[in-house]
């Protein structure tokens, strides 16, 4: 792994999930275990701060990320019986793994030294949408990836728990940050910036129905989503699945609290839907 993409990574993992979301993490086990049975994915399972994988009432646990390393990481200490049910599959709901981010990066960065302080708008703006078009070209060809991680029927229950606003938030902030860094000689890159954010977002609105809608298939007695859903605002790949499970399912829906960042008085209101 590259070492900017270790970098990028690294901006991802809270320091203090496991204190910060104790609360949250009891509350969403207890909410999970309503529904125990054989088995159950965790999608989106990443290091499992929020679910508390010794307590889940399941024989079998299926643990699905795009990143294998962070699962790993939540089960490494476990006692052996418990690991023993557990299960890792690396999958991404996109197609877009690991590698195809990195190779994202990449071509941004090549081309930014290359340039130096060279750069135009044009220029700027094809760079960052070649290097888009490949991911999309990957999403979209995704449908088989997405049924072969998650069959239909598979499954007693699923938790796909603050994944959806998380499906583009590593290329949004890549970009942004990018555009912050090369604004003093590049002013329009602001700009350029903000029209990748709305292509994101044209991106989520195709892939979150297929994705959220494979994974209610994907459950024999429930499928259980936990999406931010603030008062008076929206958030990005969160809102979509929010609405598509409305239209589509009438679920049953439920609050949490998520105390997101403590010393940063971070919270989210989670809106848990369950279709069963
Ligand atoms: C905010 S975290 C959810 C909390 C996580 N369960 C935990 O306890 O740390 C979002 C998770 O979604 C995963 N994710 C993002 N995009 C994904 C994709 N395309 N396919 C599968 N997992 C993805 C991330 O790797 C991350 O582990």
Redesign the pocket.
Request: net charge negative.
């Given at each position: 792994m590259t070492e900017i993409f270790r970098q990028l990574k690294e901006k991802?993992i809270?320091k203090n999930?496991r204190e910060d979301?104790k609360d949250y993490?009891e509350a969403l086990t207890a909410l999970v275990n309503e529904f125990a049975g054989e088995s159950i994915a965790?999608?989106?399972?990443?290091?499992?701060?929020?679910?508390e994988l010794a307590e889940l009432r399941f024989d079998r646990i299926t643990l699905?990320?795009?990143?294998a390393a962070?699962?790993r990481e939540?089960v490494n200490d476990l006692p052996a019986e418990i690991r023993g049910k557990i299960n890792l599959t690396e999958?991404?709901?996109?197609?877009?793994t690991e590698q195809d981010m990195e190779a994202f990066c990449r071509q941004i960065l090549d081309f930014l030294s290359e340039r130096g302080r060279d750069l135009s708008a044009d220029t700027f703006d094809a760079v960052l949408n070649n290097a888009l078009d490949r991911l999309f070209e990957k999403a979209l060809l995704a449908g088989q990836m997405l049924t072969d991680a998650i069959p239909k029927a598979h499954y007693d229950v699923i938790l796909c728990?603050?994944?959806c606003?998380?499906?583009?938030?590593?290329v949004l902030f890549f970009v942004r940050s990018v555009a912050h860094s090369v604004a003093s000689v590049l002013p329009e890159a602001i700009k350029i910036a903000e029209r990748v954010e709305k292509r994101l977002s044209g991106m989520n609105e195709r892939l979150i129905p297929d994705i959220t809608g494979t994974i209610a298939a994907g459950a024999k007695k429930a499928a259980i989503y936990g999406n931010e859903d603030p008062e008076n605002a929206q958030v990005e790949g969160a809102h979509q699945s929010i609405r598509f499970l409305r239209e589509t399912f009438e679920p049953e829906e439920r609050i949490l609290q998520w105390n997101f960042n403590a010393a940063e008085q971070v919270k989210y209101r989670m809106r848990i839907q369950i279709v069963n």
């Open positions: 991802f809270m999930a979301w993490r965790v999608i989106g399972a990443g290091r499992c701060n929020d679910i699905i990320d795009v990143d962070a699962m939540a999958a991404s709901l996109t197609g877009i728990n603050g994944v606003s998380q499906l583009f938030s590593m």
